[in-house]
């Protein structure tokens, strides 16, 4: 079995975290990367991204599993992260995406309280030697450069649209 080296998680890992819950936190209205907040759901860029344009999809309410989760805002969360990967397609023009949700913490969550899915953009050759030898990871875009081409599409984000 190979192993995968990842150390510049520690600082997200062994950073101080905020008593507040950061999904909460990012419905406030002077958030910084927070790209949608409807009535159900919401769009925040990961702060700690595996590459640009890494999503996070939230539901508005604060809980943490599936189930707690009524039919309506299922759906309503499974179409923003649909529409979400649509503007991601739109604007970055990725190959593919990782797209997913990690429950409770022994499954990778880092903020297990506060339900909610990541989308990865993938392009062909995103991973490199660079990252493996010198633990160094390339993210070639700044972080505020992307959320800027991205809040325009989502100021115009309509859930109830079947495009």
């Excluded at 539901?59 to 529409?83: C, W």
């Excluded at 970055?92 to 297990?112: I, T, Y």
């Excluded at 506060?114 to 953009?121: A, D, N, Q, R, T």
């Amino acid at each position: 079995m190979k192993t995968m080296w990842a150390p510049w998680r520690m600082e997200y890992i062994l950073g101080e975290k905020p008593d507040s819950c950061v999904f909460c936190d990012a419905l406030e209205p002077d958030a910084e990367l927070t790209l949608f907040k409807g009535n159900d759901t919401m769009v925040m860029m990961n702060k700690f991204p595996y590459i640009n344009g890494h999503l996070l999809v939230a539901p508005i309410r604060h809980i943490s599993a599936l189930d707690q989760l009524n039919r309506y805002e299922m759906g309503q969360l499974l179409a923003t992260v649909d529409k979400s990967i649509g503007i991601l397609k739109l604007v970055m023009q990725p190959d593919g995406f990782n797209v997913g949700l990690n429950l409770g913490k022994v499954a990778g969550a880092g903020v297990e309280e506060h339900l909610h899915f990541h989308i990865v953009p993938r392009w062909y050759g995103d991973t490199n030697a660079l990252t493996v030898f010198a633990d160094v990871r390339v993210i070639p875009e700044h972080i505020i450069a992307t959320y800027e081409n991205l809040k325009p599409q989502f100021e115009n984000l309509n859930l109830n649209s079947k495009n």
